[in-house]
């Protein structure tokens, strides 16, 4: 969620603040009165500021802070790989990703006890804690120094918020987090660490519990009485470690990702945070439950609930119109500051074909929150249904904005263009879909209909043999195979690829028709287009042509004759099998 207005207004005077700094931090580096500590200190202030710049969507700012506190603190560091064994029963030593850091800051003695509890993994797990190498001259690398910790803390996180959450982000976390927990300089740093673990293995299925344990700790360790409060607050600004609603905040939402929707509830429901917890009642099938919380909620808290009344909306009511009255009232309680209530609202007009209000509602939801795709794809497909293609085309512009992998963006964008008559550009369009959903045959056909409207035979063939990969040749129609035989024969005679492209058609006909031997429409076509590219144009060993031609026509008929009244088939009326023997014997050697 984005802060609000007054908020950005005041980060974005806290960034003329910390630009005004830079002018006088780099004045002190160049000094060389200025101490090392005082300099560690700026960096310090440096990895502070990147927290507050993330917190704030400032990821340039951010980049240029740590970039900042790297050099002052002289710190190097790359990911290099090295040949070593990731599981306990691995044979074959594997590249792992290691971590190589140099620094120059001092290490501070080892903290012995009172250290957050590190949650180790499972005895019976297959998994290491970190990848054992073959060669330990990483393990002669010196300890990373309190600053070093902070610093690499802090890029961490940034890697979290910056990059998109797949397995490649988690690799490259795993070597720079697992360095930050060789030794403990500080019990919160340390904490930091460990929680950046607990983030990096929510989807690991092999860490996942110990993700949720580690987590659970860390929340159990603001009630421990040890170490003391001083201990504890040392580096409390730099860390950027969140308060205690925070943790059980992230801890609610894991639980509900792996489906554990009443534990979730709990907590939710302890932090006063009624929508989530309302919805984690629904999800777990309590809904007579939910229903009467939600109610309650609603009574007591009425501006303060909007999102609570969109829920009942959703699961409870009985018809569209009692659904249609709750999202009106949310919006109405909350002053015009909840766009999920239009959102909503704008959607359930879609469903019931009242086009014009559903624009209206998305129009005024999509100006005070724009990063919601499914709405900017609802309201695409209300324009198309109003025939308003250039707007349809702005709003499915945004879809593949806010989501580059929406394969139904894609492919109602190239829609959009079709309707303008833009077809290049509709192919384009639909090219990327296919790119996401290589299984859909719908899109392969629009595809296929429209490359065949800009006469792009290659795009044709490869698309059709796809399909037939796919074995869904049944979803190429035999009149779009009609009209890529003409698209072939168009071609002047002077052109290099016309035998290619002839060849290629013939090749598919022939296996298309074998692949269906009753389809008697697709055998008539490869009878056809055998004879108009083979025998007309034949000059030398005329007879094998024709009896080639006459075996195709000899499958058609049997392929009629599947038909119990094919004495009647226009198929068969239309054939002319007998003239091929003649034009074999014509051409027949004595």
Not at 484 to 512: F, G, I, T
């Amino acid at each position: 969620r984005r802060p609000p207005r007054s908020t950005r207004k005041e980060s974005s005077a806290a960034s003329d603040v910390y630009k005004r700094q830079v002018s006088t931090q780099s004045t002190w580096v160049e000094d060389a009165s200025v101490s090392e500590n005082a300099l560690l200190v700026f960096g310090i202030v440096n990895v502070e500021f990147a927290y507050c710049a993330l917190t704030f969507y400032k990821y340039t700012l951010a980049e240029y802070c740590l970039e900042t506190a790297r050099e002052i603190g002289g710190i190097t560091h790359s990911l290099t790989g090295k040949m070593g064994k990731k599981t306990k029963y691995q044979q074959q030593a594997l590249p792992q990703l290691v971590l190589n850091i140099d620094t120059k800051t001092e290490v501070l003695e080892e903290i012995k006890e009172g250290n957050p509890q590190n949650v180790p993994l499972e005895e019976d797990s297959i998994l290491y804690e970190k990848p054992v190498l073959e060669n330990d001259e990483l393990l002669k690398q010196s300890k990373l120094s309190l600053y070093d910790q902070i610093y690499i803390n802090g890029f961490c996180r940034y890697l979290m918020l910056t990059r998109p959450k797949d397995k490649i982000l988690t690799e490259t976390l795993t070597p720079y987090i697992s360095k930050t927990l060789e030794q403990s300089n500080s019990w919160l740093v340390y904490s930091t660490s460990l929680l950046n673990r607990s983030r990096n293995e929510t989807d690991s299925t092999k860490r996942k519990e110990r993700s949720l344990l580690q987590m659970q700790a860390l929340i159990d360790q603001y009630s421990d009485k040890s170490p003391p409060a001083l201990d504890r607050l040392g580096s409390s600004f730099c860390a950027g470690y969140p308060l205690r609603w925070g943790l059980r905040l992230e801890m609610a939402r894991d639980y509900m990702s792996i489906g554990c929707f009443s534990s979730a509830y709990e907590m939710l429901q302890d932090m006063e945070l009624y929508e989530e917890a309302v919805k984690c009642l629904f999800l777990a099938g309590r809904i007579t439950e939910a229903v009467e919380r939600a109610q309650k909620v609603v009574e007591g808290k009425g501006r303060e609930a909007p999102g609570v009344m969109c829920l009942l909306a959703d699961f409870s009511a009985k018809d569209n119109k009692e659904r249609e009255d709750l999202y009106k009232r949310a919006w109405e309680l909350s002053e015009g500051k909840c766009p999920r209530a239009l959102r909503s609202l704008g959607r359930l007009y879609y469903d019931t074909r009242r086009y014009d209000e559903a624009v209206d509602c998305l129009d005024r939801a999509l100006k005070i929150n724009t990063l919601y795709a499914s709405s900017w794809f609802t309201l695409g497909c209300a324009h198309l249904q109003l025939k308003n293609w250039e707007k349809a085309l702005l709003a499915f512009g945004w879809v593949v904005q806010v989501d580059e992998n929406s394969s139904d963006g894609w492919s109602n964008l190239g829609v959009t263009y079709t309707q303008m008559n833009q077809l290049k550009q509709a192919v384009a369009c639909y090219e990327q879909a296919l790119k996401i959903m290589r299984n859909s045959w719908k899109i392969w056909q629009n595809y296929i209909v429209l490359s065949l409207e800009i006469s792009d035979i290659s795009r044709v063939l490869g698309a059709i043999r796809q399909l037939i990969a796919m074995d869904m040749q049944e979803r190429v129609p035999v009149h779009v195979l009609a009209k890529l035989v003409d698209c072939v024969l168009s071609l002047p005679s002077s052109n290099a690829a016309l035998r290619s492209y002839e060849e290629q058609v013939l090749k598919l006909l022939h296996e298309m028709a074998h692949n269906d031997s009753r389809n008697t429409p697709l055998w008539r076509l490869y009878a056809e287009t055998y004879e108009i590219m083979r025998v007309r144009d034949a000059k030398e060993n005329k007879k094998a042509t024709y009896e080639k031609l006459a075996d195709i026509l000899v499958k058609q008929v049997r392929s009629i004759m599947l038909d119990p009244n094919w004495e009647h088939s226009e198929y068969f009326l239309g054939i002319n099998v007998g003239t091929c023997p003649s034009k074999c014997s014509k051409h027949s050697t004595p």
